[in-house]
């Protein structure tokens, strides 16, 4: 027998997700999650579907929810909070996307995969990530003032990258990006979803067959060679990790660089001590947190904050208003690259924190001191309300970041 929902007054009346973002405010969450979280850091949601669930705005709260396992990251158990979802029940995480597994299906692959993220193999990388970075600058000059960062160096940096890391050929990235960008769309068409799935299948498939025909020395070669994935599972983990890899980083890279060129005593800080890169990165992790929503489903009758969440409800964790709880960060709206952020949710929480997170750490670490220190003048070439944001993606960002900078 289900138990009923407290009947405090502060669960009485369900909210809805708040997702329009204040004018003039790119970098902070949406208007009214704040609000939410100072007065009910866990309250009744209605989803667009009609489900009365849960929405999670408290530090504590996300991070308990994160931690649980009786809590359930199966898609096919959720609901959608996000209007222009999928019409009916969402259909289970394809294979391989282990973002929507529970153990133990998810501990099996991640034992997997965790074992191929080795040191020397990001040592490896890290000495890339320079080149690359270096190369990307080197070709921005010689082109000389005005581009868009996005294009120029945010989005080819991790792209190249998580191609070597993958050892996916760098000249079929028109082929996946497209596909890639289409998946993280949270109002894309269902046809429109299905045709890039299929597609970015089509392309691991023909990889995956080359590995297992060839296999090299990259962590698909490594897979294909020396674990017991099935040729459906690897294109399923192939696929989800190239996606992953291309989206979260990218937007990192640019729009941690809108914020610093719009907060320019902290551009200036990192341009002048770039050893404050690595706390720089954490606090921009943590400030702008691009991944700025997860979806969690109770299994069983759960106590939290004073409040049963019952099973089958789906709870909404706002990971943005989670990184911005002043019970956890002091003056947390303020950009301080300085500051310890530690603890933050920006690569998540649980068995479910970013696989990649340390090559993202590198990626972030060396590029955007490296930028400000090539381009001292660096700056917006657009005011900073005409820059286009990413409102409808599950990931946040800029859309493009044009810039400018003076020659000499």
């Known amino acids: 027998m289900q138990h009923e929902p407290s009947t405090r007054p502060d669960a009485a009346e369900p909210v ?69 979802g999928p019409e009916g029940p969402v259909p289970p995480a394809p294979v391989g996307d282990m973002t929507g597994m ?38 921005m000059e010689r ?7 996005v294009e120029a160096f945010a989005r080819p940096l991790p792209a190249l990258m998580i191609c070597e890391l993958l050892g996916v050929p760098y ?27 299929t597609g970015l299948q089509e392309f691991m498939t023909e990889l995956v067959a080359a590995k297992r025909a060839e ?24 696929g989800f990790l190239l996606s992953a890899g291309l989206d979260t980083t990218a937007n990192m890279i640019a729009h941690g660089t809108f914020a610093l060129l719009t907060n320019p005593a902290q551009a200036e800080a990192l341009r002048t001590d770039p050893d404050l890169a690595p706390e720089a990165v954490e606090e921009l992790m943590r400030y702008l947190t691009v991944a700025h929503t997860t979806v969690k489903t109770a299994l069983e009758d759960i106590e939290l904050d004073g409040l049963t969440i019952t099973a089958g409800e789906t709870v909404t964790l706002s990971l943005e208003a989670a990184n911005r709880d002043p019970e956890r960060f002091p003056d ?33 670490t060396v590029a955007l001191p490296a930028l400000l220190l090539r381009f001292p003048t660096l700056r917006l070439d657009v005011p900073a309300d005409k820059v286009p944001l990413r409102t409808n993606m599950n ?3 800029v859309h493009r970041l044009p810039v400018t900078w003076d020659e000499g």
Not at 124 to 138: F, G, N
Not at 143 to 149: F, S
Not at 181 to 196: F, K, N, R, V
């Open 171 to 197: 000249a079929d990235r028109e082929r996946f990006q497209g596909h890639a960008h289409t998946l993280m769309t949270m109002d894309a068409a269902p046809e429109e979803q299905y045709a890039a799935f």
């Open 143 to 149: 082109r000389g003032p005005g581009t868009d960062l």
């Open 332 to 364: 947390p709206d303020t950009l301080d690259l300085s500051r310890k952020a530690t603890g933050h949710l920006g690569f998540g929480h649980g068995i479910h924190q970013c696989l990649g997170q340390q090559l993202a750490r590198v990626e972030l």
């Open 215 to 238: 296999p090299s020395d990259d962590l698909l070669g490594d897979l294909a060679r020396g674990s017991d994935l099935t040729d459906e599972e690897l294109v399923g983990v192939g």
């Open 102 to 139: 529970d153990a133990p299906e998810h501990t099996r692959f991640r034992r997997i995969l965790i074992s191929k993220f080795t040191v020397r193999r990001m040592r490896r990388l890290t000495d890339r990530v320079r080149e690359i970075t270096a190369e990307h600058l080197d070709a």
């Open 395 to 397: 990931i946040y960002g």
């Open 16 to 84: 809805t997700l708040p997702t329009q973002r204040a004018a003039g405010c790119p970098f902070d969450p949406p208007a009214g999650l704040a609000e939410l979280r100072d007065q009910r850091p866990l309250a009744r949601m209605t989803y667009p579907d009609g489900h009365v669930g849960w929405l999670a705005t408290g530090y504590s709260t996300v991070r308990s929810i994160m931690g649980d396992s009786r809590f359930s990251s199966r898609y096919e158990l959720m609901h959608y909070p996000f209007p222009g």
